[in-house]
Structure formats: structure tokens, C-alpha cells
């Protein structure tokens, strides 16, 4: 599976205890080094080089696979499950049915983020540090 998957480099909200939950949990099922991950707050992210302006990257998840392409919003997450080796995750997430439910959810989570972040967010970090 891994042999043929290009590396993709996640651009995320590191003030959002939500997506760093969710980035710790892709970490820990890094094994094959297909993903890596960038706050976008960080040195490390260069809206330039990545073609995306911060305000963009704050709007909605961002992925840059190695030969530079990019994806966003939902789109991202199958991508990163697959190359976390969480393919139901990856097949549920790709399902072209549930693509318009993923989209608006999508879309009203990013525009809602810190909010809900802020209600869920400690416990899902708690959970994830747990391991």
C-alpha cells in the first residue's frame, strides 16, 4: 500500500486543541513516514513556497502532496487515513455518496472550529495523549 503513495504534508491550525488531537493521533500511525505535518502558526510554514495565504489555511485544511499538488477541506482526510494506514477510515471518507455531507460538514466545523475546539477539544486531546 505505502509503495505508491507520495508523502502529503498537513497545514493545520496549532491553536485548535481539536486539530492537534487529530494531528498527535495521525502522528502516533505515522509508521511509514508518508505524512508530515505543519502548523500553520509556525516558522515552518511558508504561505509563499505552499501557495496558500494563512487566512486560506485558517478557512480550511490544507495538504500538499511531494510533487507539490494541493488538496483541501474534506478532500484532505482520506488521504491522511490512507497513509495512516486507517483504511476504513480512508474508504468512509472517500465514499463519493457521503462526499456533499463531508463537504458542508467540513465547511461548517472549519468556519466554527475554535468553538467547538474549545467544547470537545481538551477531552480529545486528553484521549489521544493518553497513549
Avoid at 511509514?32 to 489555511?57: E, K, T
Avoid at 477510515?89 to 472549519?110: E, G, H, I, M, N
Amino acid at each position: 500500500m505505502a509503495g505508491n503513495l507520495q508523502q502529503l504534508t498537513l497545514f493545520y491550525d496549532g491553536a485548535c486543541p481539536l486539530c492537534q488531537a487529530e494531528i498527535i493521533f495521525l502522528t502516533s500511525r505515522n509508521a511509514a513516514g508518508l505524512l508530515d505535518f505543519i502548523d500553520i502558526h509556525s516558522d515552518r510554514y511558508d504561505p509563499s513556497r505552499v501557495g496558500v495565504s494563512c487566512a486560506d489555511a485558517l478557512a480550511a485544511m490544507y495538504g500538499q502532496y511531494a510533487d507539490g499538488s494541493l488538496i483541501h477541506g474534506a478532500a484532505v482526510f482520506p488521504e491522511a487515513y490512507r497513509r495512516a494506514n486507517l483504511p476504513f477510515l480512508a474508504w468512509l471518507f472517500s465514499r463519493k455518496s457521503l462526499q456533499p455531507l463531508l463537504r458542508f460538514s467540513y465547511q461548517v466545523f472549519a468556519k466554527n472550529r475554535h468553538a467547538i475546539s474549545s467544547a470537545i477539544g481538551p477531552l480529545a486531546l486528553r484521549l489521544v495523549q493518553k497513549k
